[in-house]
């Protein structure tokens, strides 16, 4: 810097400098005025003597290079001259601020480091500035940022979470008790309304497991599944023009939600027409669903599956009130805790019944069970407060 | 830029956050990546929950530790209009229970259109030391025994408004539970009460808090004594007078003129009830400095409002009942160029022959003489499409157009055609158009140009209107930013609704009442769509036990993540998958 060129000429009665190192290497004077200006600097020199020779440079920490402490040193010349007007000092923020959002950040993280509160604050807000109003992929670019959250925790449509083979099956061994239930139901007179189940949750789970042994034979995979739904969509045709009388028939492509329970995307690709919805053939759709237990899951896996269910019955029924010490006293950690659907998924399912405790255990089956909200489902919580 | 991620230290990061306040932007925030959401929930101390059963308290604490400030919303805007029956939910004491535990450091709730009870208010007083401000809107459910409980206990209370809520009003004792040593309020809204309160006490306390600057009264004080208390607090901003009237004496107009023009800040009127017109003049003082004026109880003729609103140059804002007929529109045209919001109310909308002379010319006056009209609710006998076209033109820039001609299924009075073209004028120009009511003989054409135009409408009301399905499906499939659709008395089934089943979730609520949604689909809905609560409210017994195919009475459709609600009355259920399985 021409500056610190210049010092070396006048003579140095006339000013004093501070000598200063950067991380990446360079040493520079600076006229002590307005290296002091820097709370960081200012300690050192005062505290600890340093900055009075070259050899005695003040280290500076690690987030200012040359390129930053070349700006953090213009603002400072500037703002340390007693006088200037609100109108001055606002005129030279502006102009000073003008620079990239990546300098902007190594810049704000540098005035931070050298505690300059008044130049974290012109940059903080700055920062700011440029985040409102922009959506999370918006920001992501801008700063390049990982786009770690699953998809689960974002905005878009949620599929089912339940990533875990475990989850899916009681979710279909439930959904073919309910079908079984309703076919009961049919054969009986409709007499007794009430049902009363007061199996423990032990013996429901038995139950629910009992099935795993008297499954049907396990079918191809999922892909017969769809031809089967877009064959029968090719059969229906769009009658509602039909069916209704207005003045200009329109051909309306009604999207609906995908058949299979808690997945859905309005995706022209699956479109189902208003007959569909008139007729039970959309119920039909979903039993043909519930009746597949197979895909993918081999009878070894299988028994480890009701080993591990039975354990976790067992678990629920004795561990509670240590299970939840343990997961408030996780809780309380501020530090980032590193969620992620696949490593701690038990630990969090347990959490997020914890965190609801019902009245009996047979309760928390079911909750388990059916309206599974697993912990990471915090996105749709954003939507439900705006 | 990884290297540049990971050097920014989190305490910068928040403190970066601190300067984004908004909802919208702190949950963008939230979203960018698993790191800032984690900072992002741990600086988060304000938060807006618009509808009280889509979250769980206890999902609330677990994601943000360290809340200052609340904002709840329990039942849907349809029971301002009495379609909500008594006892359908929206209590709030489960949230204060949980509240007091996780947030001791909570300083502000604001709560609308919730049942609060006496033992809720005294836990808020209780629970939080540092107390600062409670707004409860349209909430009913308490008395003012439990108003007593904060007065006596929040020291450090600001604000406590009680805006248009239903309070038992046991007595007006309660003021008198402010100890003397209490001087921190800054605002007082009890406009909504009845029984006097001991004028003595009020005076001390408005005498005794130098920082307040809204005081909105109640009817029950009279005008003799608002003197008084104008001269204890001339820094008042905002005014709710009482009664604005009194026993004729020469003292009292010569009084009340000189209070307020002491008030050199004032920049908001409301209250006036009981107007005796000689008592006006007194305000004319204050009148350049008004941006605020709610007239919306004051039975005063179009002339005496002509002259008060040509005094109002600076007016942004002005409630007011159809007195002021298209006359006194004209002039406020004239007048007041800095309108924003312009509220006119039925003065007597139960008679069928107009008693004012207010038409559709009052409110094409105020669209062309007003650049910046941006918030319209008008109510009128008669309307055109011509008119519309016309407003829609000269006022490009409406974010909010509520329109009710008090009959329903008024057809344009010119040509008796529906009013459909009018009010597609409406939201083809006004492209910021954000909240939509409309009224008239409306057929599905409507709605198509609903659907097509608002592409930024949030909420949409409607009722009386549309011929078929065809009507709702047009606004769920075209209106792609709806967030709040209210319907009552349209001819709308099941199938727009099942068809277009998956924009529900991206909504906040549907209502619809009296429509022909049949309790087969409103089961469908509720198995199909786990993260939706479909409620069916229905006061002549379970819906089962009639034809599955018969309409249900009403219909509330909302997300949560909170799952079914159990403090439903016994006319109110929740379809969902396993309502049938459930055990009981």
């Known amino acids: 810097m021409s500056e610190g060129d210049m010092a070396v000429i006048k003579p140095k009665m006339l000013k004093s400098y501070i000598w200063l190192q950067t991380t990446d290497g360079s040493i520079q004077q600076v006229e002590q005025e307005v290296a002091m200006f820097c709370p960081l600097i200012c300690r050192e020199v005062i505290q600890k003597g340093m900055g009075s020779s070259k050899t005695h440079a003040i280290s500076l920490p690690e987030r200012v290079n040359t390129a930053m402490l070349s700006l953090i040193l213009d603002y400072c010349r500037f703002h340390q001259v007693l006088g200037r007007s609100n109108k001055e000092c606002k005129s030279f923020d502006e102009k000073f601020i003008r620079m990239d959002t990546q300098r902007l950040c190594e810049l704000t993280s540098a005035a931070d480091s050298l505690q300059l509160k008044p130049l974290v604050d012109l940059t903080s807000r700055a920062l700011a500035r440029i985040i409102e109003g922009k959506t999370p992929e918006e920001i992501r670019e801008i700063f390049h940022l990982p786009d770690d959250l699953t998809e689960e925790e974002k905005l878009e449509p949620l599929k089912n979470v339940t990533d875990d083979p475990r989850i899916r099956l009681l979710n279909r061994l439930y959904a073919r008790k309910r079908k079984e239930l309703k076919e009961r139901e049919k054969l009986k007179n409709t007499e007794d309304g009430e049902r009363n189940d007061d199996r423990s949750v032990d013996d429901l789970l038995t139950f629910i497991n009992g099935e795993i042994g008297d499954s049907k034979e396990i079918k191809s995979s999922k892909n017969k599944k769809k031809n089967r739904r877009r064959k029968d969509q090719q059969k229906n045709t769009c009658l509602y023009e039909a069916n209704e009388s207005h003045e200009e028939p329109k051909s309306l492509n009604f999207v609906c939600p995908s058949d299979e329970v808690n997945k859905f995307r309005p995706s022209p690709s699956l479109t189902l027409t208003l007959q569909d919805l008139e007729h039970d053939s959309l119920n039909d759709q979903l039993e043909f669903d519930d009746g597949d237990i197979d895909d993918e899951i081999d009878p070894a896996l299988k028994a480890q599956i009701d080993r591990e269910v039975e354990d976790f019955a067992r678990r629920l029924n004795s561990d509670w009130p240590q299970r939840m010490q343990e997961i408030l006293s996780l809780g309380q950690e501020r530090r980032r805790v590193q969620l992620s659907l696949n490593g701690n998924d038990s630990l969090r399912r347990y959490a997020y019944i914890m965190t609801r405790p019902p009245s009996s255990l047979r309760r928390m089956v079911e909750v388990l069970v059916l309206g599974f909200n697993p912990w990471s489902n915090s996105r749709v919580e954003m939507i439900l407060m705006t | ?584």
């Not at chain 2, 401000?133 to 025994?145: I, N, R």
């Not at chain 2, 409980?149 to 004792?173: F, K, T, Y």
């Not at chain 2, 004319?284 to 002259?307: E, H, M």
């Not at chain 2, 599955?548 to 403090?567: H, M, N, Q, T």
Request: with cysteine; charged share 20%; hydrophobic share 40%.
């Open chain 2, 1 to 584: 830029m990884l290297k540049m991620a990971s050097s920014f230290p989190e305490e910068v990061l928040e403190h970066v956050f601190s300067f984004l306040q908004s909802d919208g932007d702190r949950n963008s925030i939230s979203m960018v990546c698993k790191s800032w959401y984690e900072i992002e929930r741990w600086c988060r101390r304000r938060i807006f929950v618009g509808n009280c059963y889509a979250v769980s308290p206890r999902i609330l604490i677990r994601r943000f530790p360290d809340v200052r400030s609340i904002t709840l919303k329990g039942k849907p805007h349809f029971a301002d209009f009495n379609l909500v029956p008594e006892g359908w939910g929206g209590y709030v004491y489960p949230w204060i229970v949980a509240l007091a535990s996780a947030y001791p450091w909570l300083e502000e709730i604001r709560l609308k259109r919730m049942v609060v009870t006496d033992e809720s208010l005294e836990l808020i007083a209780k629970s939080f030391k540092n107390f600062k401000l409670l707004v409860l809107s349209s909430c009913e459910g308490f008395s003012t025994d439990g108003l007593a409980s904060i007065a006596a206990n929040c020291r450090n209370l600001q604000e406590l408004d009680l805006h248009e809520s239903d309070v038992e009003d046991l007595s007006g004792r309660w003021l008198s539970h402010f100890p003397d040593t209490y001087t921190s309020l800054v605002s007082l809204n009890i406009a909504c009460l009845g029984s006097e309160v001991s004028f003595s006490a009020l005076e001390r306390l408005v005498g005794r808090c130098p920082n307040l600057r809204s005081l909105r009264l109640h009817r029950a004080v009279p005008l003799d004594r608002l003197s008084n208390l104008l001269h204890r607090a001339p820094q008042l901003v905002e005014l709710g007078t009482g009664a604005y009237s009194a026993e004729l004496r020469p003292d009292v107009l010569s009084n009340l003129s000189s209070a307020l023009s002491a008030c050199r800040e004032l920049k908001s009127l409301s209250g006036f009830w009981d107007v005796v017109p000689t008592y006006l003049p007194a305000v004319y003082s204050i009148c350049p400095g008004l941006t605020s004026l709610n007239l919306s109880y004051a039975i005063i003729q179009s002339p005496d409002l002509i002259k008060l609103v040509s005094q109002c140059p600076n007016l942004q804002r002005l409630w007011v009942l159809d007195y002021i007929e298209d006359v006194g529109l004209d002039a406020l045209a004239v007048s007041c160029k800095d309108l924003r919001e312009l509220r006119v109310f039925p003065s007597d909308p139960f008679v069928l022959e107009a008693n004012v002379s207010l038409t559709e010319q009052g409110l094409i006056s105020v669209s062309e003489g007003c650049p910046k009209l941006q918030s319209v609710l008008y109510f009128c006998r008669q309307m055109s499409n011509e008119a519309l076209i016309t407003i829609a033109r000269n006022q490009p820039n409406f974010t909010c157009f509520r329109l009710c001609i008090i009959e329903p299924r008024t057809p344009d009075y010119l040509t008796l055609e529906p009013l459909d073209v009018g009010f597609g004028a409406i939201v083809e120009h006004c492209k910021d158009l954000t909240r939509l009511s409309v009224s008239g003989l409306l057929t599905d054409r409507a709605f198509e140009y609903i659907g097509t135009y608002g592409k930024k409408l949030e909420m949409l009301s409607l009722a009386f209107a549309g011929d078929s399905d065809l009507g709702l499906h047009h606004v769920l499939s075209g209106c792609d930013n709806l967030r709040k659709l209210e319907i009552r008395d349209c001819p709308f089934g099941d199938k727009a609704l099942l068809a277009n089943a998956a924009k529900l979730e991206t909504m906040r609520s549907l209502w619809m009442s009296s429509c022909s949604v049949s309790y087969g689909a409103c089961k469908l809905l509720g198995q199909k769509l786990p993260r939706l609560n479909v409620e069916v409210i229905d006061e002549r017994g379970h819906p089962a036990s009639r034809p599955e195919s018969l309409p249900v009475e009403k219909l509330y459709i909302y997300r949560s993540v909170a799952g079914p609600r159990f403090d439903m009355p016994n006319f109110v259920w929740t379809m969902d998958e396993n309502s049938a399985l459930r055990l009981t």
